[in-house]
Structures are given as structure tokens and as C-alpha cells.
């Protein structure tokens, strides 16, 4: 149940695909190649108990193949259980294309990759993540069915990525309710790292509460433009890590919490969308426990993106989407609460509950 996060040679030394750390008892792993278009994807199915796996395609310029079969491995588990503990009936897949979603994204090369997804039948239906717009989703429906996150002239929910951004803001108010008393932002001081789709729609929420937010980006143009449209500060620090904030916010890329960070963090709150912030669940989860820091769950206070696409397989509208969201912030408040009870980290609380409902599903599903 439990992954760690390899890098470089490290993953070299594993066996190429069921012995890597982050292999987790996954049900089928794709790899997608196309000359004509260049593509080179890998669909990862974790658990299908649920229902069909269902998850977003990230197009990222990994380094190493490896990287990229680590993250899809890392990235899919995670939905199983954001889905699980969220309370919906679907499991958990995802996909990574490998490549600079700037230069070598095509409409051919998203047509192909949908093709790939097609020949699934079903037991994997997509959406978008980094790297991906609406626009792509609706060039993958031109071949499948199984997708989601198309825009909503196609019938679509459109972006996932402010719901996204509405349920970190519900997770966040609740992990500070539970840390300093008051779900109250105003006043607080977060540190957004990461302003993109999320991220800058976060900042909004928190700067529209009256929380003093600092951002920081490796886009620069971004991080002037958001800035200067909600008034807020840049970062201009050596080392972000060590920022004097109450709450940082990962909204950028995952496995940010450590050796080398977690350590330096001053910050009483984390509360992100990145998925997979803890490099290894198990020590840094701890680390950030002994330090007093509350961390709260990526994997659940990140749902609201898959609760909008969900919406469009079960056809439920805007108004179900906002309770679900909402839901995000008492679901994270009982998780805090049960971490408490039984000695354990918010993330391994998490994961306990949305095993077992798995477990509990796949008990009815065997008697059907
Ligand atoms: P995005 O690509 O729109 O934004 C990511 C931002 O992070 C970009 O502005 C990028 O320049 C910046 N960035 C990259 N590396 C950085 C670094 N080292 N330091 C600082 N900034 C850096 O992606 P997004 O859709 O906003 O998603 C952000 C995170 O949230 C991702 O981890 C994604 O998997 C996760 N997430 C997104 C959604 C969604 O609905 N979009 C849902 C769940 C989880």
C-alpha cells in the first residue's frame, strides 16, 4: 500500500516494470508507440474494484524513461485512492506522454493517443492533467468515447481545474481549522508554489479571504501577471522551503517533501494540489508529523477535478459537483480526526479509509 519515490540510477538498478518501487499490484500497464506522430505514452491501470479507471494524461518532458513509467505507476495508484476516499464508484488509471507538451503536442499525435485509449474498450477513460487543455480532451473524443474533461459546447464539464482549486481552498480552511483553531484565512500567510491552472485560481480564493499570499513559479512572465492581478507578493528568497509562512501550498510538481525539504519547512499547514507531495509516504509523512506540521491529504483535497469529470459519466450537474467539493472540507476534518485516534499520519489515515472501502467493495462485487 505503501510507495517511494526513486530517481536516476536508483530506478535503474529495478526490474524494469513489476519490480519498480512504485508498482503497486497494478492491473495492466500500456505502452503506446507511434512513428508517424511521434507518440510514446504509457496508460497505467491501478485497481478497477471500483469501476472503470479513470484519471488524467500528463505530457511531460521526463528525463528518463523511467521517470515517466515511475510517475504514470505513482500517478495511478494515487487516483485509486482519491476516488475511493471521495466517494466515488470508478478506479484509478492515468496516463503520461512523453515529450514537451509546448513543441511536440499535435491534434495527430492526441488523435493517436486517443486511439490507444479506445483499444482499451472502456477499463480506462481519460481527462486532462499538466500539459493538457480542454481543447485536447475534445480532440481524443473525436476518436473515444472514453474520455472526460471535454469543453462544454461538446457537452463536456469543461476545466476541472477551478473546482480543483475550490476543494484545496475547502481542505486547506479545514486542515487550519484544525491546526490553529479558526478556518479563517484572512491574515494568514500562505506561500502558493506553483501558479497554474490551480495554483492561480487558488491564489484568488485565498487573496479574495484576505490571506496575505506570496507565489512563486519557474514561469516568470506568469508570476509577474498573477501577481500583479491579485496583489500579490513574489517569493524572492533563497530557499522557498524555509519561507516564514503558516501554510504552504505545493501546486506545482509532486515528491516535494523530501529528505532535502522536509526538514526546512516552517510552515504549520501544508495543503496543495500537487499529487504525490510526499516523496516517501511513510518517512516524510512521519517527519512532517513529529515536526508538528499538518499535512492534508493531496489525494483528497485534490478530488474536485475528478468530481467535475465524474459528472459527466454519472450526468449530474454543477450544483452535485459544488456538494461533492464541499464535502472535501468534512471528509478532511474526519481523516485529521481518525489520524488522531489510531496514532497514524493524515496520509496513511486516508489511505486506511479509502482501502477500505475498496476491500468492502470487492467483498460485494465477488458475491454478485
Ligand atoms: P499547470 O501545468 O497548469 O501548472 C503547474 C505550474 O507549476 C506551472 O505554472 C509551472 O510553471 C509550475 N512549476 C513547474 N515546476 C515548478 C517548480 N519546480 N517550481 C515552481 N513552479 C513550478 O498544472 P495544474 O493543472 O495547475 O496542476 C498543478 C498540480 O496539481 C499538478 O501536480 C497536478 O497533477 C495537480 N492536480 C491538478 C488537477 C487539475 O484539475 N488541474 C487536479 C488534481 C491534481
Same mark, same amino acid.
Given at each position: 500500500?505503501?510507495?517511494?519515490?526513486?530517481?536516476?540510477?536508483?530506478?535503474?538498478? @529495478?526490474?524494469?516494470?513489476?519490480?519498480?518501487?512504485?508498482?503497486?499490484?497494478?492491473?495492466?500497464?500500456?505502452?503506446?508507440?507511434?512513428?508517424?506522430?511521434?507518440?510514446?505514452?504509457?496508460?497505467?491501470?491501478?485497481?478497477?474494484? @471500483?469501476?472503470?479507471?479513470?484519471?488524467?494524461?500528463?505530457?511531460?518532458?521526463? =528525463?528518463?524513461?523511467? %521517470?515517466?513509467?515511475?510517475?504514470?505507476?505513482?500517478?495511478?495508484?494515487?487516483?485509486?485512492?482519491?476516488?475511493?476516499?471521495?466517494?466515488? /464508484?470508478?478506479?484509478?488509471?492515468?496516463?503520461?506522454?512523453?515529450?514537451?507538451?509546448?513543441?511536440?503536442?499535435?491534434?495527430?499525435?492526441?488523435?493517436?493517443?486517443?486511439?490507444?485509449?479506445?483499444?482499451?474498450?472502456?477499463?480506462?477513460?481519460?481527462?486532462?492533467?499538466?500539459?493538457?487543455?480542454?481543447?485536447?480532451?475534445?480532440?481524443? $473524443?473525436?476518436?473515444?468515447?472514453?474520455?472526460?474533461?471535454?469543453? %462544454?459546447?461538446?457537452?463536456?464539464?469543461?476545466?476541472?481545474?477551478?473546482?480543483?482549486?475550490?476543494?484545496?481552498?475547502?481542505?486547506?480552511?479545514?486542515?487550519?481549522?484544525?491546526?490553529?483553531?479558526?478556518?479563517?484565512?484572512?491574515?494568514?500567510?500562505?506561500?502558493?508554489?506553483?501558479?497554474?491552472?490551480?495554483?492561480?485560481?487558488?491564489?484568488?480564493?485565498?487573496?479574495?479571504?484576505?490571506?496575505?499570499?506570496?507565489?512563486?513559479?519557474?514561469? %516568470? %512572465?506568469?508570476?509577474?501577471?498573477?501577481?500583479?492581478?491579485? /496583489?500579490?507578493?513574489?517569493?524572492?528568497?533563497?530557499?522557498?522551503?524555509?519561507?516564514?509562512?503558516?501554510?504552504?501550498?505545493?501546486?506545482?510538481?509532486?515528491?516535494?517533501?523530501?529528505?532535502?525539504?522536509?526538514?526546512?519547512?516552517?510552515?504549520?499547514?501544508?495543503?496543495?494540489?500537487?499529487? /504525490?507531495?510526499?516523496?516517501?509516504?511513510?518517512?516524510?509523512?512521519?517527519?512532517?508529523?513529529? $515536526?508538528?506540521?499538518?499535512?492534508?491529504?493531496?489525494?483528497?483535497?485534490?478530488?474536485?477535478?475528478?468530481?467535475?469529470?465524474?459528472?459527466?459519466?454519472?450526468?449530474?450537474?454543477?450544483?452535485?459537483?459544488?456538494?461533492?467539493?464541499? /464535502?472535501?472540507?468534512?471528509?478532511?476534518?474526519?481523516?485529521?480526526?481518525?489520524?488522531?485516534?489510531?496514532? @497514524?499520519?493524515?496520509?496513511?489515515?486516508?489511505?486506511?479509509?479509502?482501502? =477500505?472501502?475498496?476491500?468492502?467493495?470487492?467483498?460485494?462485487?465477488?458475491?454478485?
Amino acid at each position: 500500500m505503501d510507495a517511494t519515490f526513486a530517481t536516476g540510477k536508483e530506478l535503474q538498478k @529495478m526490474d524494469p516494470v513489476f519490480g519498480q518501487l512504485s508498482f503497486d499490484d497494478h492491473e495492466q500497464i500500456v505502452f503506446c508507440n507511434d512513428k508517424d506522430t511521434g507518440l510514446k505514452a504509457i496508460i497505467g491501470i491501478h485497481n478497477s474494484v @471500483m469501476g472503470p479507471a479513470l484519471g488524467g494524461t500528463r505530457m511531460w518532458n521526463y =528525463n528518463t524513461e523511467w %521517470e515517466a513509467l515511475n510517475d504514470v505507476l505513482r500517478l495511478s495508484r494515487g487516483m485509486t485512492y482519491k476516488s475511493a476516499i471521495t466517494g466515488l /464508484n470508478i478506479g484509478g488509471g492515468k496516463a503520461v506522454i512523453i515529450g514537451d507538451a509546448k513543441t511536440q503536442k499535435t491534434p495527430e499525435l492526441m488523435r493517436k493517443f486517443g486511439e490507444f485509449v479506445h483499444s482499451l474498450g472502456g477499463r480506462y477513460i481519460t481527462a486532462e492533467d499538466v500539459g493538457m487543455e480542454t481543447k485536447d480532451m475534445d480532440t481524443v $473524443r473525436d476518436v473515444t468515447p472514453y474520455v472526460t474533461g471535454i469543453s %462544454e459546447e461538446r457537452g463536456g464539464s469543461g476545466n476541472p481545474s477551478p473546482i480543483t482549486a475550490y476543494g484545496v481552498y475547502l481542505g486547506m480552511k479545514a486542515a487550519a481549522k484544525s491546526q490553529f483553531g479558526t478556518d479563517v484565512l484572512e491574515g494568514k500567510k500562505v506561500l502558493v508554489q506553483g501558479i497554474g491552472h490551480v495554483g492561480e485560481a487558488l491564489v484568488e480564493y485565498l487573496t479574495k479571504e484576505g490571506a496575505i499570499v506570496t507565489i512563486t513559479d519557474i514561469n %516568470e %512572465e506568469k508570476l509577474y501577471q498573477v501577481a500583479s492581478k491579485y /496583489n500579490a507578493s513574489i517569493y524572492s528568497g533563497e530557499d522557498l522551503y524555509t519561507a516564514d509562512v503558516d501554510i504552504y501550498a505545493p501546486c506545482a510538481m509532486g515528491a516535494i517533501i523530501n529528505d532535502a525539504t522536509v526538514d526546512k519547512i516552517k510552515a504549520k499547514v501544508i495543503a496543495g494540489a500537487a499529487n /504525490n507531495q510526499l516523496a516517501d509516504e511513510n518517512i516524510h509523512g512521519a517527519r512532517l508529523q513529529e $515536526r508538528g506540521i499538518l499535512y492534508a491529504p493531496d489525494f483528497l483535497i485534490n478530488a474536485g477535478g475528478i468530481i467535475n469529470v465524474y459528472a459527466e459519466l454519472e450526468h449530474y450537474g454543477k450544483a452535485e459537483i459544488m456538494t461533492k467539493t464541499e /464535502n472535501i472540507y468534512n471528509t478532511t476534518l474526519e481523516i485529521i480526526d481518525y489520524a488522531v485516534k489510531n496514532g @497514524m499520519t493524515t496520509h496513511k489515515a486516508a489511505l486506511t479509509i479509502a482501502q =477500505n472501502r475498496i476491500d468492502l467493495r470487492r467483498i460485494e462485487n465477488a458475491k454478485k
